[in-house]
């Protein structure tokens, strides 16, 4: 018997969100939906007191203002010196040269507990040779055989102690040694902005709220793409804004044992 | 015969918003389904103008940057000023130290119409001990007595020279010598983002369109929570997103004979 | 046979856009549901890259701090450089006078491909008296006859060079030269926040699609307002939220057949 939304209901965890405006009412939206506690700031002189009150800290990249960067150096420190859960989220960082330097520089002063992110964002962090188009994976990138993404989250996980997820259509989680492939969610997901902001936050609120990081990590990604499933099996015929919204629906009614039923995933 | 809402649908107020980024498009968007006509600044050096122009002011503590909290500071003394109303929403000032020196600078520097925060966030504003989750209530705070809230919402009310309104399962409306309990509304508020600040904006909207501060007040908490009463008849076993649509559709249909129809309130 | 949105499903344009955070989530929606997508960032150190590496800029002015204000104008001098179209939305121009400055300093240091306004906003741009209510247009101004308004939108794309649209209850699209009147859109259109910047970035993903510029916008503007009416028929006696949903729906849904079949537009 799976109890990892049992687990979040019942410990309500406060999630600090350093995150863009973009999705940052979705970030919120899902966190409540899972059974969380959102709380959102990235303004750096209030971020230490946030994070050590918090039970789990995201780090999202869309948003690299100086104060906002100082904000996450700050909540990382906070998050890392009282043992909160972090996840990390680096958003575009292809797209141009300060967000890849944010991010090294991220890695370089912390840890993160899981590290998430699309196959062109995640190649960029090994250090390979890619190029992104914006917020999305690149055609190119998104053709490497599955078996190379995996050994590219591997090596991520690696070197930097986190658990990795490489985000596509087939999801790829992986502690460096032991590695799953999850198969659930929908092509819909492509279709609004902010399914892996959301898939982001759900993974803090799930490895904040129960204690292996690996399984944890493993169930919120499947959480995402049962509900995904859901949503488009609900969709009517209708539009990405009406999926958006039986997306988070879904994320609400989840519970355990439909987890149970509808996962698909097998380890590599 | 209740003309509340009507009265905002005739005058059509502009309402001045410095409020966080996560709920920003819900306040606007409660603001038009009202009748008011939302403007949305936190730009320092147009907010003198801004606010002079409008009718009603909104200072949500969500987003304390400092140039914003110097907009907010700027645009309270607007309205004190030129006789605009306002209202303040404390958003989370329990959580973190500045949000506390700010909340204190604003209160001794101006004056607000009306203040409206949970339980936790007006424990703080009259100096009490209290420990609240982030942007939510504690839950030992949720427990004190109602007739001790009321007390707590009275002295705050009198220490300001504003309406008090606490949310909550019950809230509280008060103006240090009549007091109102409202007990419409839904659990369900509790499960999306942004219920305490959409309520704030209506208030603004309410007090902006009719004389009576305090009775406009109660009519707009009554409104919230009528809204909500719908918004969950509606919800056919769907989650917290549809249940924001629904609840925002609501404000949009809502008319005084509802109004009138749907209130639960009495004098305490 | 039209191939405006199958242009832009083909092409899948990126489109940058340095917009207010009142309805950035929409815009990046509205771009998904066309077909293009969005990267949003007003973080000036990474807008030059940005921006060469898009196929579309939309300069939004709701928000206008000093480094959002450096940015747009690298980015704006960035797409001149580099042959990329741009798309310029004066936002409550009227409202203060660091707006009207701004967009001044904008038009005088480089070119839009297309300025889109309501009636107030382009008529601050032409240097004509007028007072806009915040966001919205004054009264006043919307009684401008549609020969006047139509001279207005001229004189600004002469001034400008741009293609210029004036949206209202019948739009205004000119490129100086030709003139077009579109009467597609439903009344709904004004109830949700963000109609105006939907479109805006509506335009900029036709123009990065599509060659001709005046007839690209055109389309756009019809897609906009036929959305809009398809959302109308599906509102069910809701309010301005599920117009919204509905709204963005219909563009994901929308195609060349529907916008031939139902575009109500004349010269004139």
Redesign the interface.
Known sequence: MLNFIQNIKEKNP?IHCIT???????V??IL??CGA?????D?S??CE??TS??DGLVINL????P?VVEAMKISLKSANTNNIVSVFDPV?IG?????KKIAFELLKEGKFSVIRGNISEIKNLVGLNTKS????ASKSDAKDSLEDKVEIAKTLSRNTGSVVVISGAKDIITNGDISYICENGDEMMK????SGCILTALIAAFIASNNNILEATLMAVITSGVAGEFAKNMLN??????F??NF??????MNDDKISKFAKFYEI
């Open positions: 406060m863009n405006y973009v999705t940052i009412n979705d919120a939206n409540i939906a506690s959102p709380i959102m700031s303004y002189k209030e007191e946030l009150i918090s869309g948003n690299i203002y104060d575009a797209a141009t040269k300060p967000r188009k914006g917020v999305d279709n609004i902005t902010g015929n209708r539009g990405n804004l009406t958006r919204e988070i629906d879904e994320i609400f009614l």
